[in-house]
């Protein structure tokens, strides 16, 4: 028979509703409540609120909100605070009831202004503490790698920076004079240059034939189970090998082991940061670009090889170079070169020798022993499978971040708010790893530690029966029935 169409009216008043109790026991975010401790932020940020005035929104549940908006990849503050009212395990999760006022998204900005950077990097490392604690961090290999975030500004707008230009041409033109007969030390050109008022501190950069106006986040995974130890957030124009000995000291900073393999793309392999890796006693896995003619049918720089007990270099017909008597255009350069009356004699001369006066020149560093050294670490297979984990541990742990976090555009403008966005996006993917792998030192949690949870948990549901009254029979007996089925249910810290 045909059933009657449903007429609801709403009631007035609702007896015996109980979020907690309509909570899945399975809910992740039940799992992450019990798991992460976000009342830590009161201490963290009751310095920064005055005695007197309008008394604030719980720093907790603000940090609770954050973390939802992340967490649920919302696309704004305001879309958040408009849906939390409709979601039960939101308000739950965040200690509201259902007949509970919530807050105006302006609470999150302010707050987030007032607090800074600094509060979102603790909670960063509280993730990070326990993920050490839990056994899932080696620290011993670790991989480096960047990615671009698109700025919240338009690039077509941006145009030069005429302040800073101007503070270059005033007062320093001596300084100019020296900086342009020296190399750049970064990459702050005429595209580095060139701003969108929105976003001041976005800058221009490019990366695969694409240009961005926006930011670079620089991290550090860890190669046991790829947990993010090192989030360094600087402008798009920024490069890589500029990061590294930073990256490495915040890694060893963060997680009190020092690296012993530190794994990177060729972007990274210069001779400072490989000495920088020698003085440290660690290992790199990195390659360097080569240098050298690449025209057809002339010899390279890499094909001669240097005997360094006769301070010579062998071209590869097996004529010798010698040492020049004057220095290279660099500081730390020496030039070897061959007799012309030598090369002459050659059948490659005409493709190998560029001079008009002088035979095959190679310009050489005397710290390219440095790049030697980083050659002769480790063999082949072992690069080859060291780099082929960084491809799916580092590019994997950016792709994961762009596909459910929304990591590849700026939320918000300015470089410390970006900053913010990159600590809450790595923290959370930390803590997906964490609530995977378990919090036994990556060990399967027992099942009599998750019979002794569930049993304390239900001891609490009947006392509050016999002093309240309410009706907690049916959260009850679910647990009965999900601990007989499934013990690991109720597994918590």
Partial sequence: MLGKPKQTEPKLFYHGV????????????RRIKQLVDFDFIRSQVADLYGANGNQSVDPAVILKLMFLLFYENIKSERALLRQLPLRMDWLWFCDYDLDEATPDHSVLSKARNRWGSEVFEAFFLNILEQCINAG????????IDSSTIDGNADIRKAHPHLRKISKELTGKLDEAEQKQSL?????????????NPSDPDARIGCKYGKSTLGYKDHRVIDDKHGIITSTITTPANTRDDKVLKQSVHTHQANTSVKAKIVTADKIYGTIDNYKFLHDKGATPCISHPRFGCKSP????HDQFLYDKKHDCYICPTGQKLTPAKHRGTYTGDERYYAERKTCKQCSFFAECVSSERLGRTICHRKEATYIEWADSCLSKSERKSLMGRRQYKAEGSFADGANNYGFKRARWRGIEKVKIQNLMITAIQNLGKLLRYGQNNGNPISSSTAIKAAFTRIG??????????????????????????????????
């Fill in 297 to 300: 049918g002339r010899f390279s």
């Fill in 460 to 493: 609490k549901l009947l006392l509050e029966l016999l002093t309240t009254g309410m009706p907690y029979v049916s959260e009850y007996q679910i647990i009965k029935e999900q601990l007989r089925l499934n013990p690991e249910t109720f597994t918590r810290k």
């Fill in 183 to 195: 190399p750049p030390d970064n990459d702050d050109d005429q595209l580095g240059k060139r701003i």
């Fill in 136 to 143: 899932l961090v080696d620290g011993e290999t670790i991989y």
């Fill in 18 to 29: 109980s979020l907690e109790r309509r909570m899945p026991v399975e809910h992740p975010l």
